[in-house]
T-cell receptor, first 111, second 119 residues
Framework: AQKVTQAQTEISVVEKEDVTLDCVYETRDTTYYLFWYKQPPSGELVFLIRRNSFDEQNEISGRYSWNFQKSTSSFNFTITASQVVDSAVYFCALWPRNLIFGKGTKLSVKP | DTGVSQDPRHKITKRGQNVTFRCDPISEHNRLYWYRQTLGQGPEFLTYFQNEAQLEKSRLLSDRFSAERPKGSFSTLEIQRTEQGDSAMYLC?????????????????FGPGTRLLVL
């Protein structure tokens, strides 16, 4: 079975705090991709990152970083020094053939 | 360089009516996907085209739903005899196998969605 679990439904932080969004996935495929998308209130899904199953290197892009651990089937996303503009719903997704999304984590960053 | 576009952005209809949505993918993308998203949930896959061929359909795509991509460019999603349970955001995405244009290959880029409300 293919599944993505985002256990945190909602997170609220104050601006400049660091925040980590958790993602756990299940798949029997040995080759797959993992994604994070951001969905601001406007509704459009914005691509953030893709990771393939053979690349466990962590990645940093500005204030964003991603921690991929195959041993625990997790692909967590950290925002450092959060800003109000980071407020959105964040989705983790698994791609063995078509995207399978988690239920999303709603992040609210308060000034 | 434009992204994925969808039309209309919002649609309100009465139960039993037919509706049609359009998606224009990123121009060099040969793959096109439709998803449905209900409130508080992640998007769920409906169907997928490679060029004009519809290669996969989800069980969610009942026989009231039909999608086409006649010339391998834009796509339409039609819902016949709409029901209140069809109320959702319908999202279109496109991707290409190769890379280019500064985008990541085999990555789906989404349009703004069509929000459907069935009364």
């Amino acid at each position: 079975a293919q599944k993505v679990t985002q256990a945190q439904t909602e997170i609220s932080v104050v601006e400049k705090e660091d925040v980590t969004l958790d993602c756990v996935y299940e798949t029997r495929d040995t080759t797959y991709y993992l994604f994070w998308y951001k969905q601001p209130p406007s509704g459009e899904l914005v691509f953030l990152i893709r990771r393939n199953s053979f690349d466990e290197q962590n990645e940093i892009s500005g204030r964003y970083s991603w921690n991929f651990q195959k041993s625990t089937s997790s692909f967590n996303f950290t925002i450092t020094a959060s800003q109000v503009v980071d407020s959105a719903v964040y989705f983790c997704a698994l791609w063995p053939r078509n995207l399978i999304f988690g239920k999303g984590t709603k992040l609210s960053v308060k000034p | 360089d434009t992204g994925v576009s969808q039309d209309p952005r919002h649609k309100i209809t009465k139960r039993g009516q037919n509706v049609t949505f359009r998606c224009d993918p990123i121009s060099e993308h040969n793959r096109l996907y439709w998803y449905r998203q209900t409130l508080g949930q992640g998007p769920e896959f409906l169907t997928y085209f490679q060029n004009e061929a519809q290669l996969e359909k989800s069980r969610l795509l009942s026989d009231r739903f039909s999608a086409e991509r006649p010339k391998g460019s834009f796509s339409t999603l039609e819902i016949q005899r709409t029901e209140q349970g069809d109320s959702a955001m319908y999202l279109c995405a496109s991707s290409e196998k190769g890379g280019g244009s500064g985008r990541v290959r085999e990555t789906q880029y989404f349009g703004p969605g069509t929000r459907l409300l069935v009364l």
